[in-house]
């Protein structure tokens, strides 16, 4: 059973301060996707990684950047956090590109 | 990249009746069509795919349809119950490893 598990489920964070997300998955997994949902937006892409220290930009990088320096681990980081990156942030992984995501429990985060 | 547009954005049957969501996409290469279902605090799953090499796949009470000369597929629900309420999204891959997304339709299946 593929398990993906996010650092956190609630966060709360300050206007300009650093952020970092994590996201782990036991499934030896090749690709890891960051999202955030926005109701009426659904998901949209940020960055995503098809190896160990690649990554590629999604529709929505500004602002974030991420590090995967081993398979099973993919973070996101708000260099500096403003309000409105105050959003839901789910994690995925897949092993191919056309295969099954399979998404984290989500962080909601909130920057005030 | 691609674009992909989801309709309705909200969707409301009675239990029993059939419910059908549609979504277009603008990429041409786009080969692999995922639906993912996600409840109410909970994270989105796959409930069915479909990739361009056919053109309809059922799997129980639901079904997609694939028109690849019109650029749009359609999730099929039949007999719905109580439990299909949820937020559905479409999603198209085009460049082998991102999905893009529609924006979601929310289904209500009332008793």
């Known amino acids: 059973d593929v398990k993906v598990t996010q650092s956190s489920r609630y966060l709360v964070k300050r206007t300009g301060e650093k952020v970092f997300l994590e996201c782990v998955q036991d499934?030896?997994?090749?690709?890891m996707f960051w999202y955030r949902q926005d109701p009426g937006l659904g998901l949209r892409l940020i960055y995503f990684?098809?190896?160990?220290?690649?990554?590629e930009k999604g529709d929505i990088p500004e602002g974030y950047s991420v590090s995967r320096e081993k398979k099973e681990r993919f973070s996101l980081i708000l260099e500096s956090a403003s309000t409105n990156q105050t959003s839901m942030y789910l994690c995925?992984?897949?092993?191919?590109?056309?295969?099954?995501?399979?998404f984290g429990p989500g962080t909601r985060l909130t920057v005030t | 990249g691609e674009n992909v547009e989801q309709h309705p954005s909200t969707l409301s049957v009675q239990e029993g009746d059939s419910a059908v969501i549609k979504c277009t996409y603008s990429?041409?290469?786009?080969?692999?069509f995922p639906w993912y279902k996600q409840e109410l605090g909970k994270r989105p799953q796959l409930i069915i795919d479909?990739?361009?090499?056919?053109g309809e796949k059922k799997d129980q009470r639901i079904a997609v349809t694939l028109n690849k000369t019109a650029k749009h597929f359609s999730l099929h629900i039949t007999e719905t119950q109580p439990e299909d309420s949820a937020v559905y999204f479409c999603?198209?891959?085009?460049?082998?490893?991102?999905?893009?997304f529609g924006k979601g339709t929310s289904l209500l299946v009332t008793p």
């Open positions: 499934m030896d997994h090749e690709n």
């Open positions: 995925a992984s897949s092993f191919g590109g056309r295969d099954e995501q399979y």
């Open positions: 990429d041409s290469a786009s080969n692999y």
């Open positions: 990684s098809y190896d160990v220290k690649m990554k």
């Open positions: 479909i990739r361009s090499n056919v």
């Open positions: 999603a198209a891959s085009s460049s082998g490893y991102a999905l893009n």
